[in-house]
């Protein structure tokens, strides 16, 4: 079947290849909460937040489940507690973690739980639990502006879409994921990127003070100058010390902008991959211009196109920023346009319901590595091309060091970028489909296709030891690739902020400080 030629047909493939957001699949059965424990916790949650807490017959409970994006991580806990506030949650945690107490005295652990914000992360145990209970944070979305306009604070269970959506009508933005089912919670606390990325840096370094439950039910607020430990390790290093129940984001006048998708045939790789090092090369100086290139292979269709996500925050046409990509010809297809935020994010979401995967790895801005990853996804790709429904996308996203400076200005995070001086490539392979029985095979090649780059990128000098925690599988290591200094605040913050380490062994959910694999070191490249 030839490539599609029209801008729907092409955006219905598109609307397989996401681009923001988080890690790849395990199997269920990592959840080790016994059935015949967990129900005496959920008894004791009910008594307390009458109204907020569901099982598994009633209708809340249901559509709980069906709303998270990826199939895999529809699981079934014992019962789902939706809070609407702060205090609703500090009471969850404290049940959950006293309970836990009772039974380390009196029998066996209980009361494992998970965490929820927006729901998008893919593998299964992410952001929910078998048989455990899951605090489905969706109910707490709200969207506010300072009176002055700097600061929008918002709640754990939005999504980016319902950010946009009241901001963009203020005339404000804030930096924050590109795809508009994404939430807002898991996308900053694993670092986050976002249009306005070279103008302000990683959407964790945007944040301006984190409202958070510890887990002895406490509330406590994390900034600059009020447990500014805890609010430099919360800029990345996930869910391992509380439930934010509140992001106050670093808000800015923000009206249209211009931005869209140009899809090319395969034909035109070569051009791409050259332009595309040179764009990350420049982007330094217009920031206001940001890049996702992407290879979507479908095998419905049984063809490969190039895609370029064009945003430049300004209301301009055809920036010379991309002067060098727009000239690539032909084009198959083109959505390019003056809109706001709200409208280019929906754009690029993606289904929900069906399987995903994600691997990632960093490696320096050089064209050999972007030649030698399009080979060795296409070599994975092959042998699953007779597959039905499965779309194959190999993306690179620029990783300029004017990104990582913009978050040294604000006071640091804890993702380890600051010691590479050079410009990075963020790589994706990201796989979506619709038959379950092949998640195994699809694992390994995904794997298989970062260990090979990985090898080849130590061979000719391109390696970053850097992993993007919300593009990771679960047996990658994003938290040891910040960096030994790093893991240590991480260690130490948990100790000081959780020391009963509620969030290590309550919450087997995401990446545990307690399962960093030991001290890596970041090439400098």
């Known amino acids: 079947m030839r490539p599609p030629t029209s801008a729907g047909a092409v955006l219905a493939v598109l609307s397989f290849a996401r681009f923001s957001a988080v890690h790849a699949q395990t199997a269920a059965s990592a959840q080790t909460t016994a059935a015949d424990r967990t129900p005496r916790c959920c008894s004791a949650l009910a008594s307390a937040l009458p109204a907020k807490v569901f099982y598994a017959a ?6 709980s489940i069906a709303s998270y994006w990826a199939l895999q991580e529809q699981l079934a806990p014992n019962c789902i507690v939706i809070p609407t506030s702060t205090n609703d949650v500090a009471t969850a945690v404290t049940i959950l973690a006293d309970l836990n107490s009772y039974r380390l005295r009196t029998g066996p652990k209980a009361c494992q739980f998970a965490i929820r914000g927006g729901g998008h992360t893919p593998w299964a ?61 898991g996308l900053t606390l694993g670092g986050g990127n976002s249009f306005f990325a070279a ?51 670093i808000a800015f006048d923000q009206g249209p902008l211009w931005g869209g998708v140009v899809v090319y045939p395969e034909s035109t790789s070569p051009r791409q991959t050259a332009a595309f090092v040179d764009f990350n090369n420049q982007v330094a100086n217009d920031p206001y211009a940001s890049l996702i290139t992407f290879y979507s292979h479908n095998t419905t269709l049984n063809s490969t196109i190039i895609g370029n996500c064009y945003e430049y925050t300004k209301p301009i046409a055809n920036p ?53 990853a399009l080979s060795v996804s296409n070599a994975a790709l092959e042998p699953f091309k007779s597959s039905p429904d499965l779309n194959w996308v190999t993306m690179f996203q620029p990783l300029p060091r004017i990104i990582t400076d913009h978050g040294i200005k604000l006071g640091g995070n804890v993702l380890g970028l600051d010691r590479t001086p050079g410009n990075l490539v963020l790589f994706q392979l990201f796989i979506s489909w619709s038959d379950s029985t092949s998640y195994q095979a699809l694992y390994a090649a995904a794997r298989s296709v970062v260990s090979k780059m990985d090898a080849y990128a130590r061979r000719i000098g391109a390696h970053n030891d850097w992993i993007y925690l919300n593009y990771a599988t679960q047996d990658q290591d994003p938290l040891s690739s910040y960096g030994p200094a790093n893991v240590k605040k991480l260690q130490a913050a948990s100790a000081k902020y959780d020391p009963g380490q509620v969030f290590q062994n309550l919450v087997p959910g995401g990446y545990k400080i307690k399962n960093v694999h030991g001290e890596r070191g970041l090439a400098v490249v």
């Open 320 to 372: 010379p920023p991309f002067a060098n990509l727009t000239a690539i010809q032909p084009t198959l297809a083109n959505t390019m346009r003056i809109a706001n935020l709200s409208n280019l994010v929906a754009e690029l979401d993606t289904p929900y319901s069906i399987n995903d995967i994600f691997t990632t790895l960093t490696f320096a801005n050089d064209p050999r590595m972007l030649t030698y």
């Open 199 to 249: 103008r302000y840096g990683l959407v964790c370094d945007n944040v301006k003070n984190f409202e958070i439950v510890l887990g002895t039910g406490q509330v406590v607020n994390a900034n600059a100058s009020s447990h500014p430990d805890l609010f430099q390790v919360l800029k990345g290093g996930s869910n391992n010390f509380g439930v934010v129940t509140r992001f106050d984001l």
């Open 58 to 63: 009633d209708g809340q409970y249901q559509r």
């Open 125 to 185: 145990g992410a952001a929910n639990i078998q048989r455990g209970v899951t605090i489905d944070l969706t109910g707490m979305k709200s969207v506010t502006l300072s009176a002055d306009r700097t600061v929008a604070a918002v709640g754990p269970g939005a999504t980016w879409q319902q950010v946009y959506d009241t901001l963009d009508a203020l005339g404000v933005a804030v930096g924050g994921g590109r795809a508009s089912g994404v939430g807002v919670a």
